[in-house]
């Protein structure tokens, strides 16, 4: 993500994703470290197989390759001046909490040899991770809201309407059902890929509501 940082200008949507999610990153990472937590390996396991996805998704678009559906929406918007800094951070998170989570909780626990249960310490986890990342979150959306000083009320509030519609919450338990759910259908390859395929579907719907101009 570090190096993704250099290589991107600041400006780029795809940039102002990668800040908030290096910054989350970083403190998940020492939180995990930190006494209270069950099985913070397989956190860290998780957080590899979580970057890889959105790595993955890079190389697809840089390759001149589609990405996933969940991803492209930002990806094709990425430069467009009339969307504010934390909806490209907010479409990011979308696509890659709501399409990527699940996938990765489901090869973590694979690997492992454990299942996606919500009675375990790895779901216990799970959720003491919540209040890490939604304080990051609350940090770098101020530090991108301050940002839009002077622009007019009216413009403020339809970016304020946008931003009400995500909640990292609801996101990340959303995404523990969605991981419950292809771990049910692990034996069913068939009905495995038509539960993926219409979960990037409708992670990219959400992501176009989420990058709607606003600051027009």
Not at 76 to 87: E, G, K, L, M, V
Request: glycine fraction near 6%; proline fraction near 5%; include cysteine.
């Amino acid at each position: 993500m570090e190096a993704v940082a250099r290589e991107l200008p600041v400006a780029d949507g795809v940039a102002r994703f990668n800040h908030l999610y290096l910054e989350e990153t970083v403190s998940v990472d020492t939180a995990a470290q930190a006494p209270g937590f069950e099985d913070s390996a397989f956190i860290d396991a998780l957080d590899v197989g979580f970057a890889g996805l959105y790595f993955d998704a890079l190389d697809a678009c840089d390759g001149g390759r589609p990405p996933p559906r969940s991803w492209a929406p930002l990806f094709a918007a990425r430069s467009d001046t009339c969307i504010a800094p934390i909806q490209f951070a907010l479409a990011g998170m979308n696509a890659h909490i709501n399409h990527d989570l699940p996938l990765a909780l489901v090869s973590t626990c694979e690997a492992r040899g454990i299942a996606v249960d919500r009675d375990s310490p790895q779901y216990r986890d799970y959720l003491k991770i919540n209040d890490t990342i939604a304080a990051v979150e609350s940090q770098v959306k101020h530090e991108y809201l301050t940002g839009l000083v002077g622009v007019a009320d009216q413009v403020l509030g339809r970016v304020d309407d946008v931003v009400a519609m995500w909640s990292i919450a609801e996101a990340r338990n959303a995404a523990w059902t969605n991981a419950e759910a292809l771990w049910a259908l692990r034996e069913h390859p068939d009905l495995t890929a038509a539960f993926e395929d219409a979960l990037d579907g409708s992670v990219g719907f959400a992501s176009r509501g989420l990058l709607t101009r606003t600051l027009l």
